[in-house]
């Protein structure tokens, strides 16, 4: 069964960087994407990669910030933060798609349990 389990998350000053991990258990054979649920807000989509890497998609309030990418190698998909902003605070997870494209359905016994990313001064 497909585990995901995110890390990389901490305590980062405004204009900082972060570089998420979410690691699969077994190869990912779909697409993986990220999320993020702030305090009282609902969940979000993130960003999200198809499994062979060509498709990539993020959400408005990301681009030109963040990036995704996937090592299949090491059954792990990044996504490297830039110029972070306190409204980026969130639990950021990640989850497998249904398909190996970004079909926007997940798996849902796929979620990791999620890592904390606050960007304060």
């Known amino acids: 069964q497909l585990q995901l389990e995110e890390s990389g998350g901490g305590l980062v000053q405004p204009g900082g960087s972060l570089r998420l991990s979410c690691r699969a258990s077994i190869v990912p054979l779909y697409a993986i994407e990220w999320f993020r649920q702030a305090p009282g807000k609902e969940r979000e989509s993130v960003s999200c990669?198809?499994?062979?890497?060509?498709?990539?998609t993020y959400a408005d309030s990301v681009k030109g910030r963040f990036t995704i990418s996937r090592d299949n190698a090491r059954n792990t998909v990044y996504l490297q933060m830039d110029s972070l902003e306190p409204e980026d605070t969130a639990v950021y997870s990640c989850?497998?798609?249904?398909?190996?494209?970004?079909?926007?359905?997940?798996?849902?016994?796929?979620w990791g349990q999620g890592t904390q990313v606050t960007v304060s001064s």
């Open positions: 989850a497998a798609d249904r398909e190996y494209f970004c079909s926007g359905s997940v798996r849902a016994d796929s």
């Open positions: 990669i198809s499994s062979n890497g060509v498709e990539i």
